[in-house]
């Protein structure tokens, strides 16, 4: 599907040089400890620049969501209704991706998802999530 | 009146709804005008200029050139729609610091005319872009659907915060649209970013507004009665939506605090309230954050028309974002009503004997927040 074009620079573009080879990946801090995402040059918390770009397991749950009825960039049009969610990664960090392959009155708040990293034949990979199917 | 008094001595708005044949700047620079004509000062007097744009990357440079101004000293502090309260605080600093009299902070849009959807100018994150949120209504559908989670809160409840300043709308003769409006109106308009509906949002309005402030000793000489600065604070947290700590609380509390404490009052002290209403989510959080009820009670609090005229609270009694005028930015208009409501000259919407008025500005998606407490008795 077409997405809106982006320009990604400097760890930007790491980060979708990364996920162009199917790793998600999100700043982690080797002072402090904690996660952060987007992956940036000095931590967040504690302010040090000894900072790992690490690969996530791209697992997570829902923190919020909505469904929209209306497309926010003209890419995107023939894809509404599409719904768009915060998760929050077993790794302790918080993206913002959409929601593959459910509808829009079964998504709720805490539904365990996982990541799935599509790479479209123009631009740049897009990280999307499915809510996780359990095996047990 | 104390030696660092600021007050607020001129206020104009122009074409709040809709314009014709002027552009962002020349509308702008017709509501700067009648601001300091209703200062009784001229275009002259102003030795500092204040203003935000949608339209313009350098706003103080095109303002100042279309107005023939040379201003000592300029602010063009971008942080969405609460930038003019933010001014405010800017200003009252600058005037006691000797670098500047008379201010006029101004803004214009005309979104309305140009495409009937909001105009910006901002980037995008290239975390967020390819998801194709609408900006800003798809954070705000994030934000309300998080707070139903954790509080409980309905869209029946945010409805009756929309119904409730369409009431004070029908008290306002400039105010666009002249009937009433139901809780099932609310929930039956299209449902557009979940759980939000068209009518839990704003208007988008053309419209220009500007403000003249100056110190008390420059007021006592001028034509208005002044309406005192008595407080001011500032706080942020995040640009970009998915960089929101906590989807349910905002810095309004910061900001709110450090407001109250600069003007020696408390929230019950307050008459009227003007504060940012582009969702009726937005508008119910920072009733929270602000302290006017506890967290996770602001849709109980909207409840019973509680916010409605004859209600607990003058709150947006214009008929604020929702119900008036949002030409984008929406914190001008929120200035100019508290001085109309404390000027005493609010019409049917008055507030009588006002004394104190609240000014909360939110800028972005809940990311920017600015408060002032307005008084009109000297300090």
């Not at chain 2, 980037?123 to 998801?131: M, P």
């Not at chain 2, 450090?258 to 959080?285: C, K, M, N, P, W």
């Not at chain 2, 609090?301 to 947006?316: D, H, I, K, M, W």
């Not at chain 2, 929120?334 to 008055?350: K, N």
């Amino acid at each position: 599907m077409s997405r809106p074009q982006i320009m990604p620079r400097g760890e930007e573009r790491l980060y979708f040089e990364a996920l162009a080879e199917n790793k998600l990946t999100f700043g982690f801090c080797t002072s402090c400890s904690k996660a952060h995402f987007y992956p940036r040059t000095v931590c967040p918390s504690c302010h040090s620049d000894q900072i790992e770009y690490r690969v996530s397991s791209g697992k997570g749950t829902i923190y919020t969501f909505t469904t929209q009825y209306r497309a926010g960039n003209p890419a995107l049009e023939d894809q509404v209704p599409y719904t768009i969610v915060m998760v929050d990664l077993t790794e302790g960090y918080r993206m913002m991706a959409d929601l593959l392959g459910t509808a829009p009155e079964d998504v709720a708040i805490g539904l365990p998802v996982v990541a799935e990293i599509e790479h479209p034949e123009n631009g740049h990979s897009v990280v999307h999530f499915r809510v996780e199917v359990s095996n047990g | 009146m104390a030696d660092k008094s600021v007050a607020i001595v001129g206020a104009a708005q122009v074409d709040i709804f809709k314009t014709k044949d002027r552009s962002p700047v020349g509308l702008a620079a017709l509501a700067a005008k009648r601001a300091v004509e209703d200062a009784g000062l001229k275009l002259s007097d102003v030795d500092a200029l204040f203003t935000s744009s949608s339209y313009y990357a350098m706003p103080t440079l095109t303002m100042a050139e279309y107005l023939g101004l040379s201003p000592n000293i300029v602010d063009s502090t971008s942080t969405g729609g609460c930038s003019f309260v933010q001014h405010l605080g800017h200003a009252v600093a600058m005037i006691n610091q000797g670098l500047c009299e008379v201010a006029l902070i101004v803004y214009g849009s005309t979104q309305k005319t140009d495409a009937g959807k909001l105009v910006s100018i901002a980037e995008h994150s290239v975390y967020e872009q390819q998801y194709g949120l609408i900006h800003p209504l798809g954070a705000f559908g994030l934000i309300a659907n998080r707070h139903m989670k954790e509080f409980g809160t309905t869209s029946e409840q945010l409805a009756q915060y929309a119904v409730s300043a369409r009431e004070w709308a029908l008290l306002n003769p400039e105010a666009p649209y002249p009937t009433a409006l139901t809780v099932d109106e609310v929930l039956s308009s299209p449902m557009v970013a979940s759980p939000l509906h068209k009518l839990d949002c704003c208007l988008v309005t053309d419209g220009a507004g500007a403000i003249i402030v100056t110190s008390g000793k420059r007021a006592a000489s001028l034509k208005q009665k002044p309406v005192w600065v008595l407080g001011t604070g500032e706080a942020q947290n995040h640009r970009n939506i998915s960089q929101m700590p906590d989807f349910t609380s905002t810095k309004a509390s910061v900001s709110s605090k450090r407001a109250f404490e600069q003007a020696g009052v408390g929230i019950a002290d307050i008459d009227t309230a003007h504060v940012y209403d582009a969702f009726t989510i937005s508008l119910l959080i920072l009733m929270e954050d602000l302290g006017f009820c506890k967290k996770g009670e602001g849709g109980a609090f909207v409840e019973n028309g509680r916010l409605a005229p004859g209600g607990q609270l003058s709150l947006n009694p214009n008929g604020g974002g929702l119900s008036f005028s949002h030409p984008g930015m929406l914190s001008m208009f929120l200035i100019i009503e508290a001085v109309a409501q404390l000027r005493g000259t609010a019409g049917a919407r008055q507030h009588q004997g006002a004394k104190l008025s609240l000014v909360h500005g939110m800028g972005m998606t809940l990311a920017s927040h600015a408060t002032a407490i307005l008084g009109n008795e000297a300090p």
